[in-house]
């Protein structure tokens, strides 16, 4: 399950991204299958079943923070239990705070690093699931990349569309390194 993430009330308070401003979720609950690409979810916000966990080994360690790729260690997950046949659910009275801490340098610095993480992502689904693959490719290339920079560059905001394009970046950047990475039982095995 996952749910809203929402900026705290203080109005000094930023988004906790640049691009949570454009995204409008649907204020009804959703439920997420094998076929849904687009949202699915943050990992500030998100709650998985024991027995899901367990079946797909949990999160992917070389995967967010600290990890060989960076980014995006809940879409791996999730990604895992969809194609073990569980399904999702987004719920949005479920509701977690998140405050954007960082300046527009840090931001695209860290939208790089999404980059790579959902690069690598693609790699991995690139040899499980083609079909996914393919849809994930068009969201984070086109979606969450190309089509943001190009209306960030529009409205003036060179360095929103700077970011967007870092994050173009990474993605080719992890996506290589992702296909050189074994795999092995879906967590890449990263030789330190």
């Known amino acids: ?11 000094g308070v930023r988004n906790a991204s640049w691009r949570d401003v454009a995204i409008k979720r649907d204020p009804d609950p959703q439920v997420f299958s094998r076929r849904s690409v687009v949202n699915l979810g943050h990992g500030a916000s998100m709650a998985v079943r ?3 966990l367990e079946q797909v080994r949990g999160f992917d360690e070389a995967l967010g923070a600290g990890g060989h790729f960076r980014a995006a260690p809940e879409v791996d997950l999730f990604d895992r239990l969809l194609a073990a ?18 300046d527009m340098n840090a931001i695209q610095a860290l939208d790089y690093g999404y980059g790579v993480g959902n690069g690598a992502r693609l790699a991995k689904l ?17 979606d969450d990349g190309l089509r943001p920079a190009w209306a960030a560059y529009r409205m003036g905001a060179r360095k929103l569309a700077k970011a967007a394009l870092r994050r173009v970046l990474g993605t080719f950047v992890g996506f290589a390194r992702g296909l050189v990475t074994p795999v092995v039982d879906g967590h890449f095995r990263v030789s330190e």
């Open 50 to 52: 024991r027995a899901a």
């Open 1 to 11: 399950m996952t749910g809203r993430i929402e900026k705290p009330a203080d109005p």
């Open 85 to 102: 046949g569980w399904v999702g659910r987004y719920e949005p009275a479920s509701v977690a705070y998140h405050e954007q801490w960082r």
């Open 126 to 142: 690139v040899r499980s699931d083609r079909p996914r693959a393919a849809l994930v490719a068009k969201v984070a290339l086109w």
